[in-house]
Every structure is written in C-alpha cells, then in structure tokens.
Nanobody, 115 residues
C-alpha cells in the first residue's frame, strides 16, 4: 500500500519559515519525481516545486529564492523549506510522487501565514 504523509504545516507570521516533510512508503522512492503542490481556497492548484530522481529541481516563479525542495532517499522523504513566507503562501500543501504517469498523493498539510 502506497502512502505519502505530509507534516510540518502550521501558523506562521509573515517573514517566518516552515519546513514541510513528506514521507513515502510502498514505493521505490528514489525512482520517483517528487512534487509539492498547493491550493488556496477559491484558487486553482499550483505546482510549487519539483525534484527529480537525479536531483534536478524546478520552482514556480512565485517561490523562487524563498523555497527549497530537497530529498533524502535513505529516509524516503522529500522536504520543502519555506522562508520569507507571505500571506499569499497560505494554502493546503500536498506532495505528489510520479513515475511513468503513475501518481500518488498525500493528504495535505495546512500552511497559514498571518499576523
């Protein structure tokens, strides 16, 4: 059974930082491209960052320079370090594992940026 379990969300003030984690089980993690998506109320789902099996990373323009995606294949975990958070970053963040168009999703973790 494949599971992706996110953690690390919460309430943070503008300018603050959070680190999200997504631990995978039931897949050969190192082979999968891993992505973080987010969706705010009333908005479309947005791809935030991706890291591929070889380590290449990509980011949405809205988070470049503030967010960093990384992976630890020994721990079957992908991370999203989020710095200089803004109210517009408020959303449910979900991780996604994809290999050859087979995709798995986590349940999501809420990130709220508010003063």
């Amino acid at each position: 059974q494949v599971q992706l379990v996110e953690s690390g969300g919460g309430l943070v003030h503008p300018g603050g930082s959070l680190r999200l984690s997504c631990e995978a089980s039931g897949i050969t993690f190192s082979m999968y491209a891993m992505r973080w998506y987010r969706q705010a109320p009333g908005k479309q789902r947005e791809l935030v960052a991706a890291i591929f099996s070889g380590g290449t990373t990509t980011y949405a323009d809205s988070v470049k320079g503030r967010f960093t995606i990384s992976r630890d294949n020994a721990k079957n975990t992908v991370y999203l370090q989020m710095n200089s958070l803004k109210p517009d970053d408020t959303a449910v963040y979900r991780c996604n594992a994809n290999l050859n168009y087979i995709a798995y999703w986590g349940q999501g973790t809420q990130v709220t940026v508010s003063s």
